[in-house]
């Protein structure tokens, strides 16, 4: 017995043909069933939005609709990343809502680390973390002569037996 391997995957009704309206007249439910079940969910897989003239229609212009919201800034390579949360703590939900038409937002903020990294490294020490991103936050010491300690604990001394 050998299983039937196909290329493509199978996304619209179109792919199928007339299989699906043979299923029904036969009344053939379960082929029906297993055939819908390996269609795509996804609304916009549908045969009728697939044709040339659906995709050459520019929707946007048609419908008069502003531009695309970003889905995505990195903070660390975008130069211009908008930020409207402080205008919410101070002004409320009415007061974001108008920033955010004004200025849109983009959906997810983030560095370049992935997500799962991200919540790996908001979990570690500021030490761990500095040491992933290779900065050097070690403080420089100031070693003192031994002479110097002397004359600073005499001075403690001597003010603690003042006191």
Same mark, same amino acid.
């Given at each position: !017995?050998?299983? $039937?391997?196909?290329?493509?995957?199978?996304?619209?009704?179109?792919?199928?043909?007339?299989?699906?309206?043979? #299923?029904?007249?036969?009344?053939?439910?379960?082929?029906?069933?297993?055939?819908?079940?390996?269609?795509?969910?996804?609304?916009?897989? !549908?045969? +009728?939005?697939?044709?040339?003239? =659906?995709?050459?229609?520019?929707?946007?212009?048609?419908? @008069?609709?502003?531009?695309?919201?970003?889905?995505? &800034?990195?903070?660390?390579?975008?130069?211009?990343? $908008? @930020?409207?949360?402080?205008? =919410? +703590?101070?002004?409320?939900?009415?007061?974001?809502?108008?920033?955010? #038409? $004004?200025?849109?937002?983009?959906?997810? $903020?983030? *560095?370049?680390?992935?997500? @799962?990294?991200?919540?790996?490294? #908001?979990?570690?020490?500021?030490?761990?973390?500095?040491? =992933?991103?290779?900065? &050097?936050?070690?403080?420089?010491?100031?070693?003192?002569?031994?002479?110097?300690?002397?004359?600073?604990? *005499?001075?403690?001394?001597?003010?603690? #037996?003042?006191?």
């Amino acid at each position: !017995m050998s299983a $039937i391997q196909t290329n493509s995957v199978l996304v619209n009704e179109s792919q199928l043909g007339v299989r699906l309206n043979q #299923a029904i007249g036969s009344n053939r439910r379960g082929e029906f069933g297993l055939l819908l079940s390996l269609l795509s969910i996804d609304a916009r897989d !549908m045969a +009728q939005f697939n044709t040339e003239k =659906y995709k050459s229609a520019d929707l946007r212009a048609k419908f @008069d609709l502003p531009e695309q919201q970003r889905l995505l &800034n990195q903070l660390d390579t975008d130069e211009l990343c $908008i @930020d409207n949360s402080q205008v =919410y +703590q101070q002004g409320g939900v009415t007061a974001f809502r108008l920033a955010n #038409a $004004i200025h849109e937002e983009a959906m997810v $903020i983030r *560095r370049n680390e992935t997500l @799962d990294m991200e919540e790996v490294l #908001a979990n570690c020490e500021l030490n761990v973390r500095n040491k =992933y991103k290779r900065v &050097n936050a070690s403080a420089e010491l100031q070693l003192t002569h031994f002479v110097d300690q002397l004359q600073m604990q *005499r001075k403690m001394s001597e003010f603690i #037996a003042q006191a």
